[in-house]
């Protein structure tokens, strides 16, 4: 089994949809979360961490929940430019950083 | 500013050539790391360093040396490599301060080994 489980995608939405995408992990005493974001040939760059409370940066909502081991990420209204692989990541309390496989995401206009 | 730069962007060279990957910030980060990454896999942990001092070595052949030589550096020591170590190498770095776990990385190097 998998330590960071994503859904691969792809997911082709048009312009202005909302997508969703989710993340499970196996290991109970993970300490951060965090979405990054990595372009085609490009390295991921941090997109936000993740807190039980929930936060909201502009279009992007994520949310950890520890009891299910489950993290989420919500962008609302689309852009061409979030065409990417969003990388669901991971920290131990060693700081090392486990990564999902990935969950692709193709904005169509 | 979170910016960490590798050098050289590109690096093809063949199985008896020896080369070297650098990586730098001045972001005052304690703690540095090599990845290395295949096509439409996630990064896979090479080596750690900890206040430049290695402390993590993910069983990685001998043929990759890694280097710290002061705070602000990374090198990464390529000799004797396969075609199956072609691959984007990525530096990242992180502040080393206790409940700090954010990992920024470098643009990458894209190695070809022929």
């Known amino acids: 089994r998998k330590e960071v489980e994503q859904d691969p995608g792809p997911f082709n939405v048009p312009e202005g949809a909302t997508v969703a995408f989710n993340c499970t992990y196996s290991?109970?005493?993970?300490?951060?979360f965090f979405w990054y974001r990595q372009d085609c040939r490009k390295e991921p760059k941090l997109l936000m961490s993740?807190?039980?409370s929930g936060n909201e940066d502009g279009r992007f909502t994520a949310q950890l929940n520890r009891a299910s081991q489950y993290i989420s990420l919500l962008i609302r209204d689309s852009k061409l430019s979030d065409s990417a692989t969003y990388l669901c990541v991971v920290a131990d309390a060693g700081n090392m950083l486990t990564f999902g496989g990935g969950t692709r995401l193709m904005v169509k206009p | 500013d979170t910016e960490v730069t590798q050098t050289p962007k590109h690096l093809v060279m063949g199985m008896t050539n020896k080369k070297s990957l650098k990586c730098e910030q001045h972001m005052g980060h304690r703690a540095m790391y090599w990845y290395k990454q295949k096509a439409k896999k996630p990064p896979e942990l090479m080596f750690v360093?900890?206040?430049?001092?290695?402390?993590i070595n993910e069983s990685v052949p001998s043929r990759f040396s890694p280097e710290c030589p002061n705070s602000s550096l990374l090198n990464l020591h390529l000799h004797a490599l396969q075609p199956e170590d072609s691959a984007l190498y990525l530096c990242a770095s992180r502040l080393n301060k206790a409940g700090t776990y954010e990992q920024y990385f470098g643009p990458g190097t894209r190695l070809t080994v022929t």
């Open positions: 993740v807190y039980s």
């Open positions: 290991n109970s005493a993970s300490q951060s």
């Open positions: 360093y900890s206040y430049e001092k290695l402390s």
